[in-house]
């Protein structure tokens, strides 16, 4: 699962860059996102007759928020025409399959765009993902996917460890 997820975040990258997620969902076209002011929802998406509406929770932190509309954004991609809520009971308690895919993708997504904050994190996906919202379970596969393949494939080289102090 993770190398197909990996695969098709790069393909995005590949055809419209490293977009903050505001223009990658432009370019996804996903044109409204509504702000509501709601603590159980995190976020939503529903498929209209035009275009799909996302719904992100205005309680949520800003990196708690760009986490919600990635994961919005690679429920969009991974699973279109579908309609989700993102909420605490999805973050903590669900395992289904299509709510690890728009994880993982997020967190994929997250990794590559925000370099800096996973070094902030001390290369620990674990915290980063907490710190963007994303399951715990994500992290695990995205963290085998690493210690399988390296840092590299996300364009990250890995630090001197006898330099490198967390």
Partial sequence: ?????????MRIIKQYGLLNPG?????LEINDVLSVPVRIIHGGIFNTFALP???????LSD??????????????VL???MNRLMDDVYIINRSEKLELE???GALIYAIMWDKEGFEDCCYNVYRFAEM?????SAAYYVDKGIQKNGLEIFGITPPDPELYTP
Avoid: K, N, T
């Fill in 79 to 81: 699973h279109p025409g």
């Fill in 1 to 9: 699962m993770f190398d197909w997820i990996l695969e098709i975040v």
């Fill in 102 to 104: 728009a994880h993982m």
């Fill in 53 to 59: 509406i996302v719904l992100l929770s205005s309680d």
């Fill in 132 to 136: 963007y919202g994303l399951s715990q």
């Fill in 23 to 27: 223009e990658l969902a432009d370019y």
């Fill in 63 to 76: 990196r708690r928020r760009i986490g919600c509309f990635l994961h919005e954004i690679f429920h969009r």
